[in-house]
């Protein structure tokens, strides 16, 4: 079901967070933490169905791309 006009903010799930078929609902999440005295982010993308990682990416800054 394609979604249009949508910003990044938002609500989609609306606090629905039950099951569904893969690939239907996706949540992302920013974690801080040091290694070696230097903050880094990890970014992750987790599908809800079945909480796989769809996707994940470790930055020093958390506004690179």
Do not use: H, M
């Not at 609500?11 to 920013?30: G, R």
């Not at 909480?51 to 470790?58: A, K, L, M, R, T």
């Amino acid at each position: 079901l394609p979604v249009k006009n949508i910003s990044a903010g938002d609500n989609l799930i609306n606090y629905n967070f039950q099951v569904e078929p893969p690939n239907i609902k996706w949540t992302t999440d920013i974690i801080t933490f040091s290694i070696l005295s230097e903050n880094v982010y990890l970014s992750s993308i987790l599908d809800y169905s079945n909480d796989f990682v769809i996707s994940w990416s470790i930055c020093r800054n958390p506004n690179a791309n």
